[in-house]
């Protein structure tokens, strides 16, 4: 069966830190993989998606980047917080051409 | 106006209740249509996924879709309390090769024993 893991579960990082968030999937191949950030009443608004290797689509200008340096892993990156990174950052996965969508446990992010 | 519109709720029940959720779209193009059940602090996760108009049963879950009217809802018989969490609807729409997933902001549903 397929798996999902991110983490870490729970950061608090300082303004100007950088950051490094990893999400691994296991018993799958090629996936689609994402990565969503969710703010209180706000639902969850999708950062990255990469279809492959190497290929990493952004939906939102932001302070963030995404890298898929092997086929079962996403990660998320940033050289600098802000405090407006502050949230809860989902990873999750999909086989090609499909909409059902797997989700990891999340990371609550806070930046002070 | 959003794609997808959800009351955000929350919605108190008691125990045994039938319980009744729903979503609305503007989007034709949404082809494919999901329920995920959140629990506070975890990943959602996925509960019904439909793609014709009609409904689908799984175990005390009924999802139901109303593409006339653009209307999608989830159905949950006998409630319990570990059903309290918040539910999220969502719907995809082929964009260049890969289904973009668009969701709602959720509704928070506390069953009450």
């Known amino acids: 069966s397929q798996t999902i893991h991110q983490w870490p579960a729970t950061l608090v990082q300082p303004v100007g830190s950088p950051l490094s968030l990893e999400c691994t999937v296991e018993?799958?191949?090629?996936?689609?993989l994402y990565w969503y950030r969710q703010a209180a009443g706000r639902g969850l608004q999708l950062l990255f998606y990469?279809?492959?290797?190497?290929?990493i689509s952004s939906e939102v200008p932001q302070n963030l980047s995404a890298s898929r340096p092997q086929d079962r892993q996403f990660i998320l990156s940033s050289k600098k917080l802000l405090l407006s990174d502050s949230g809860f950052y989902l990873c999750?996965?999909?086989?090609?051409?499909?909409?059902?969508?797997?989700f990891g446990q999340g990371t609550r992010l806070t930046v002070v | 106006q959003k794609e997808v519109e959800q009351d955000p709720g929350p919605l108190s029940v008691p125990e045994g209740a039938i319980v009744s959720l729903n979503c609305t779209y503007s989007?034709?193009?949404?082809?494919?249509f999901m329920w995920y059940r959140q629990y506070s602090r975890k990943g959602p996760e996925l509960l019904m996924y439909?793609?014709?108009?009609g409904n689908k049963e799984d175990g005390r879950f009924t999802a139901q879709v109303d593409k006339s009217s653009k209307y999608i809802s989830l159905f949950i018989r006998d409630s319990q309390p570990s059903d309290s969490a918040t539910y999220l609807c969502?719907?995809?729409?082929?964009?260049?090769?890969?289904?973009?997933?668009?969701f709602g902001t959720g509704t928070k549903l506390q069953v009450i024993p």
């Open positions: 999750a996965w999909s086989a090609t051409g499909v909409a059902e969508a797997f």
């Open positions: 018993g799958t191949s090629n996936p689609n």
């Open positions: 990469s279809v492959g290797i190497g290929q």
């Open positions: 989007n034709s193009a949404f082809q494919y």
């Open positions: 439909t793609y014709s108009s």
């Open positions: 969502a719907m995809s729409q082929n964009s260049g090769g890969y289904q973009k997933v668009t």
